[in-house]
């Protein structure tokens, strides 16, 4: 059973769909929180990353071919143990047969441990550096829309230190290699005295593929698909006023 709708769990799919072809005993089922399979499978053709959207393909292959079994809307309140092995539990009640393995690629946060003598200046929530944080909100930015980041943005208080990488990206689901690379050119210039250099901008991200964050994704009905980078509608608070003598 393998929980997850992004790339690294597209990838275990089609591993796993490898495998089920040769050995045709493993039961393989497919879990995403979202509504609907919407763009699961990524741009496919119209990827201009041509591996991200063969990825996709793959997967979607396995499912068509009924190698794999997808579970949509399913949003895990826990996980129970029971002598046939793991069991899903979702919040509506619904119940997953028991499963051997359970691979769950949910996302993934930085081991921080190795700087923790060093001072940083992160975003408590992201575990990103603060200058960037905003930019890299999965909720309101996809891969695609993340503006390049470079030295300036990635440096930390500690002197010559920069994060850069899938770790300067915390919890954040966004990143892309040519954005690391673009931060590693811009930190070397950096580094090496050529601050006009490290100031450019060279990325040039493909105008096509989907990889969202959470935001738009996470209704279990489907009802508020749309594109990766559009804003969320606005919500009303309603605000009462306490009675009189209850403690605020």
């Not at 909720?139 to 230190?161: F, K, M, W, Y």
């Not at 673009?182 to 050529?194: I, N």
């Amino acid at each position: 059973m393998v929980v997850g709708n992004g790339h690294s769990a597209a990838t275990a799919i089609t591993e796993l769909a490898r495998i089920a072809r040769q050995h045709p005993d493993p039961r393989i089922t497919w879990v995403l929180r979202r509504g609907t399979v919407g763009d699961t499978f990524g741009g496919g053709e119209a990827d201009e990353l041509p591996e991200r959207g063969a990825l996709g393909q793959r997967a979607r292959t396995a499912v068509d071919q009924g190698l794999v079994s997808l579970v949509t809307g399913f949003r895990i309140e826990r996980i129970d143990t029971a002598d046939q092995g793991a069991v899903l539990v979702a919040e509506d009640g619904r119940v997953l047969e028991p499963a051997d393995r359970v691979v769950v690629l949910t996302g993934f946060r930085p081991d921080l441990s190795i700087l923790s003598e060093v001072r940083l200046e992160l975003d408590a929530r992201l575990q990103a550096p603060v200058r960037i944080a905003a930019d890299i909100d999965p909720n309101i930015h996809s891969c695609g829309s993340v503006r390049a980041t470079g030295a300036v943005d990635l440096a930390q208080p500690e002197p010559g230190l920069f994060i850069v990488g899938a770790k300067s990206y915390g919890r954040a689901p966004t990143f892309l290699a040519l954005t690391g690379y673009e931060q590693v050119r811009s930190v070397v210039a950096e580094l090496a005295g050529d601050h006009e250099a490290a100031a450019r901008s060279e990325l040039v991200l493909p105008g096509t593929g989907v990889c969202g964050g959470a935001g738009l994704f996470d209704d279990p009905t489907g009802a508020k698909g749309g594109a990766c980078c559009a804003p969320a509608a606005p919500q009303v608070i309603q605000l009462g006023r306490a009675p009189a003598g209850t403690a605020v």
